[in-house]
């Protein structure tokens, strides 16, 4: 019985590396080894360079290329999501268009698969293409969110990875969350997790589209999902002042009796601004958690689909 193997890739302004990334891919796939077919099925995520009229052509020749076509930018995670719900293969591997992840390992994925695993986590032994700002916030984000959530991600993991069809029904049917970090899912799901070491590549070509700025925002949404600690600092923070509080008062009825009146100003400006110092913070916080529930009860739809190529209409989620 033949296997199909879907390989599935977001594409936002690659223009200049995608027929690029289809040679060699397509190279790759088509030399795999016997039971296994394939698909290459790209998500155009809104691009506005001529990507798209790039992948139709592509499509138009080769019934192997299957596009879904955004109505507009939804982001990468968007776009992997999409792609794992149109995906039929019984092994996916999401990937970058910009070939940073290198197409040569596929066989090796498949040899995982192949011998019963369910979920593939492609890791980085060196990112050199990345600057140094980015390696080490990255280091620190696996830091503090391996502390602060149950589940233990790998760091390093990056959207290079790869599943079965069971584990991909896991995502496609129970992971719809609006704010969500779809790496740390495909790492919380269990089954049988194996990983492989890959050095990423430069970017063939073009620019990366994650400023420093939205990989902060996207860091603060994952310890959001991933962790109630903050939720709780409420708490901690309550009985800590409260303590505090209380040695204040004792502090201050111990100089009441020693010297007649108690001493002022100052104190107060310092505890006032102290404690609503405390106060903001914590507000700040629930305030972001309610935010993620105002998107979660909105239940806004992840990604709107235009249109597809060589792939039959199935109902947009
Ligand atoms: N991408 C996308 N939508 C976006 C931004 C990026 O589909 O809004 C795609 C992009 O085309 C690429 C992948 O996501 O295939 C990774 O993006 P990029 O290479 O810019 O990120 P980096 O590798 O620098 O982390
Ligand atoms: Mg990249």
């Known amino acids: 019985m033949g296997k199909l193997l879907s390989v599935v890739v977001s594409v936002y302004n690659e223009e200049p590396a995608l027929r690029e990334f289809y040679e060699e891919t397509g190279n790759v796939l088509n ?15 809104g691009s506005r360079d001529k990507s798209l009229s790039i992948l139709r052509e592509l499509a138009a020749v080769d019934g192997h290329v299957k596009v879904v076509n955004f109505s507009r930018n939804f982001g990468h995670e968007a776009a992997m999501i999409a ?16 070939l940073q992840h290198p197409p040569e390992y596929i066989p090796e994925i498949i040899k995982k698969l192949e011998e019963g695993y369910e979920v593939i986590s492609m890791v980085r032994t ?35 990875f790869a599943m079965s069809r069971d584990a991909a029904d896991v995502l496609r049917n129970n992971y719809r969350e609006k704010v969500r970090f779809l790496r740390g899912y495909v790492q919380s799901i269990g089954f049988e997790k194996t990983t492989i070491e890959y050095e990423a590549r430069p ?28 939720l709780k600092l409420g708490i901690y ?60 009860l909105k239940d806004r739809p992840i990604y709107i689909v235009k249109n597809t190529e060589n792939l039959e209409k199935k109902e947009a989620r």
């Open 237 to 296: 923070s309550g009985c800590a002042v409260a303590l505090f509080g209380l040695a204040v008062m004792i502090y201050t009825i111990w100089t009441w009796f020693q010297y007649g009146t108690p001493s002022g100003y100052a104190t107060i400006v310092v505890l006032i601004s102290f404690m609503f110092a405390m106060l903001f913070v914590i507000v700040g916080i629930i305030g972001e958690y309610i935010a993620i529930l105002f998107a979660e």
């Open 31 to 45: 030399a795999l080894p016997a039971p296994w077919d394939y698909e290459l099925l790209f998500v155009n995520d």
């Open 83 to 98: 792609g794992i719900d149109y995906a039929d293969g019984d092994g996916i591997i999401c990937m970058d268009a910009d």
């Open 203 to 230: 970017r063939f070509a073009g620019e990366s589209k994650y400023s420093l700025k939205s990989l902060f925002k996207f860091s603060i949404n994952t310890i959001l999902c991933f962790s109630d600690l903050p």
């Open 126 to 160: 060196r990112n050199k293409t990345a600057g140094m700002i980015k390696n080490i916030t990255s280091a620190a984000f696996y830091k503090v969110i391996n502390y602060m959530s149950d589940v233990k991600f790998q760091a390093n993991a990056s959207d290079f």
